[in-house]
């Protein structure tokens, strides 16, 4: 029986990490991708049965280029997991485009050249799992995320998009919805972050929703997303009013 092949974006730190060698661990074959190709060399090195593919998720043609080099080499992928993501806490009143752009290149539009890479493929093999990973900034507006929120937020829509698009195909479409995760990116941030995770935990909880589990989203820690998935329905001066109490974020 041929061994299954994820291929992870975002694969050299933090969640992409943590379940590369998860899937690892059950015995796939791992494919990870990143900009880093220091960290993605030492995580190879360490495994043996993840293998490097260096991408700039930003490149549309180094997109399909790598699918091509990793479909050559295992001959199929089972799973896409898309987690590439750049978070940059805003302090400024002003809005900054610039960083804003940025933010939705590498984040919105990195996830949709790698779907893009893929689409033929799955299309045609009319199984497997495209993977999205957002953020629960992406449920409602959040102080000091101009940029970072509303890139989650589109993410979130285009997942609920692709579900019908590749429903026809007998694909599936996951939305990953991760709580505050310990790594170098939430690392950046000067406040509490409640229910804090480890990188282990998230990838404990994405094995179980992909591999054992059939639904559309797969969100964690449930406390804390719940919590927040509730507040979504709230009228909006009402949610206004209650966040900015819990975050501490009111008009002086």
């Known amino acids: 029986m041929n061994k299954k092949t994820i291929w992870i974006t975002g694969g050299s730190t933090g969640i992409g990490k943590a379940l590369a060698i998860k899937f690892s661990s059950k015995g ?3 494919a990870v991708s990143a900009r880093r190709v220091e960290l993605l060399n030492e995580l190879c090195d360490q495994y043996e049965n993840i293998t490097a593919f260096p991408l700039d998720v930003t490149h549309k043609e180094n997109c399909f280029e790598v699918f091509n080099e990793i479909k050559n080499k295992f001959d199929d992928i089972d799973i896409c997991f898309f987690s590439t993501g750049t978070w940059n806490p805003k302090k400024e009143k002003d809005i900054d485009v610039e960083q804003m752009e940025e933010v939705f290149k590498v984040n919105f539009f990195g996830t949709v050249n790698t779907i893009k890479a893929v689409e033929q493929h ?3 093999r009319k199984n497997g799992v495209i993977t999205i990973v957002s953020s629960i900034a992406g449920y409602r507006g959040l102080p000091n995320s101009t940029g970072y929120g509303p890139s989650k937020s589109a993410l979130n829509n285009l997942a609920e998009s692709l579900y019908f698009d590749f ?5 599936r479409v996951c939305l990953v919805s991760p709580g505050f995760i310990k790594t170098p990116m939430t690392d950046k941030n000067d406040f509490k972050m409640p229910f804090l995770k480890t990188p282990e935990y998230a990838a404990d909880q994405i094995y179980d929703g992909l591999v054992n589990k ?4 797969i969100h964690f820690p449930k406390a804390l997303t719940i919590t927040l998935k509730i507040l979504s329905f709230l009228p909006s001066k009402l949610y206004f009013n209650l966040l900015g109490r819990l975050t501490k974020y009111q008009k002086k």
């Open 28 to 30: 796939w074959n791992v």
């Open 122 to 124: 799955f299309k045609d």
């Open 167 to 171: 429903k026809r195909s007998n694909v």
């Open 214 to 217: 059939k639904s559309f989203e």
